[in-house]
């Protein structure tokens, strides 16, 4: 595995994650890996985040780069995917591997004994 990217998190973000993280039932490898993201985040107040980085409720255009497929996804709440197909949960594997990356940057992350390889294209 890569070295991880840097990633920015807003304080906003922070704090609804770690609510959500205390009370999950789910996939345990996610949330601890959620958990290791955000014990290596750089946090900053909502109105001070780049524009480039994903944050929740954010579009974000990203490549899997093993299968060439791109997807444009808005990353979400578990309790938010409901309301479309566009969303994706924090605490998919891929929804908390997008996380606080900027534009451009290139991840490993591994999800069920494989390794997803993401770039990040574009948020909005």
């Excluded at 999950?24 to 001070?48: C, I, S």
């Excluded at 579009?59 to 995917?81: I, M, Y």
Aim: proline content about 6%; aromatic content about 4%.
């Amino acid at each position: 595995m890569t070295a991880l990217p840097p990633i920015t998190v807003s304080t906003l973000d922070r704090e609804r994650l770690y609510a959500l993280l205390e009370k999950h039932q789910g996939d345990q490898e996610v949330v601890d890996h959620l958990y290791d993201e955000l014990d290596r985040a750089h946090f900053l107040e909502p109105d001070a985040m780049p524009e480039d980085v994903v944050r929740l409720n954010s579009r974000a255009r990203f490549l899997q780069e093993d299968s060439g497929k791109t997807h444009e996804l808005v990353l979400c709440l578990p309790s938010e995917v409901g309301g479309g197909e566009d969303r994706l949960s924090v605490l998919s594997p891929v929804g908390a591997a997008l996380l606080g990356l900027s534009v451009g940057a290139t991840i490993e992350w591994p999800s069920k004994g494989k390794t997803l390889h993401l770039k990040l294209t574009g948020v909005s």
